[in-house]
C-alpha cells in the first residue's frame, strides 16, 4: 500500500470510485492514516461527492459508514439514516421466500454497513432484527444445501451482527470440516484446478469470510452475549 499512496492515488484520479475510501476507514480506525487522504476524504465530504454516487442501496450505506468511521457528519449518524435503510431490499422486510443469489449478498452486506459489522448491533432497526432472527436459519439452510460456502460464511457473519447473535453449530462446524489443509475453504462444491493461484483467486473470498465470522463471533461472545444456537432460541 505504500503507507496509503496507493489509496491516495486511486481517490486523486477516481474520486467517484470509493473503494479506496471504504477501505481506508479500516485502516484509520486501526491508527494508520495518511494525511493526504484525510484532505481528499474532507474535500469528498464537504462537497458531498461521495455521498451522492449511483450506488445501489446497501452500497450507499457502506459510503455513509464509511463517512461516519472518519468523523464527518454525513455518516449513518445523520437524519438519513432511516431513509439509506429503507432504500434497501432488507430494510423493507419483503417476502423472505422472494430472495436469490445476489439479493443474498445485498441483505448481507446492509447488516455489515448498519452494524458496522457487528460493533454496534443497536443499528439494526427492531423490525429487521426480528426479521432477519427468524429468517436467517432458513436462508442459511437454502445455501448450505446449494453449498454456497461463500455466502453461508456471510451469512453466518450476519447471525453474529445481530443484537442476540444466533447461529447453528453445525454450519460452523461444516465449514471448519470443509477447510483444506492449507487453510483454504471453498466457495461451492465446484472442482478447483490445482494451479496455486487459481486456487487462491476460488478460496480466498470464503476464507476471509469465514475468518471474519469466527472473529466477530468471538468478540462478541467475549463481550455480554453468548452466542447460541438458533435452534435453541425461545
Known amino acids: 500500500m505504500k503507507d496509503g499512496t496507493l489509496l491516495y492515488e486511486r481517490l486523486l484520479r477516481h474520486p467517484l470510485v470509493t473503494h479506496a475510501l471504504e477501505g481506508y476507514a479500516h485502516f484509520a480506525r486501526a491508527g494508520y492514516r495518511h494525511p493526504g487522504v484525510e484532505r481528499l476524504i474532507g474535500h469528498f465530504a464537504a462537497t458531498s461527492t461521495a455521498a451522492v454516487v449511483e450506488h445501489v442501496p446497501n452500497r450507499r450505506l457502506s459510503v455513509a459508514n464509511t463517512l461516519?468511521?472518519?468523523?464527518?457528519?454525513?455518516?449513518?449518524?445523520?437524519?438519513?439514516?432511516?431513509?439509506?435503510?429503507?432504500?434497501?431490499?432488507?430494510?423493507?422486510?419483503?417476502?423472505?421466500?422472494?430472495?436469490?443469489?445476489?439479493?443474498?449478498?445485498?441483505?448481507?452486506h446492509t447488516v455489515f454497513h448498519l452494524t458496522d459489522w457487528g460493533?454496534?448491533?443497536?443499528?439494526?432497526?427492531?423490525?429487521?432484527?426480528?426479521?432477519?432472527?427468524?429468517?436467517?436459519?432458513?436462508?442459511?439452510?437454502?445455501?448450505?444445501?446449494?453449498?454456497q460456502w461463500d455466502l453461508v460464511g456471510e451469512l453466518l457473519i450476519v447471525g453474529c451482527c445481530l443484537p442476540e447473535p444466533c447461529g447453528e453449530i453445525a454450519d460452523w462446524t461444516r465449514l471448519a470440516e470443509l477447510q483444506h489443509a492449507d487453510g483454504l475453504l471453498p466457495r461451492d462444491n465446484e472442482p478447483v484446478e490445482d494451479d496455486p493461484a487459481i486456487r487462491f483467486g476460488n478460496h480466498q473470498h470464503t476464507t476471509i469470510a469465514a475468518a471474519i465470522a469466527g472473529t466477530i463471533a468471538l468478540a462478541r461472545a467475549l463481550d455480554t452475549t453468548v452466542l447460541v444456537d438458533a435452534d435453541s432460541r425461545p
Do not use: C, F, N
Not at 68 to 96: C, F, M, W, Y
Open 68 to 108: 461516519g468511521v472518519l468523523g464527518h457528519a454525513q455518516g449513518l449518524g445523520a437524519p438519513g439514516r432511516e431513509t439509506l435503510t429503507r432504500a434497501t431490499r432488507l430494510g423493507s422486510t419483503p417476502q423472505p421466500w422472494h430472495i436469490d443469489w445476489m439479493t443474498g449478498y445485498a441483505v448481507t
Open 119 to 147: 460493533r454496534h448491533p443497536s443499528g439494526l432497526p427492531d423490525d429487521v432484527a426480528s426479521y432477519l432472527a427468524h429468517w436467517l436459519p432458513v436462508w442459511t439452510d437454502i445455501w448450505v444445501k446449494t453449498a
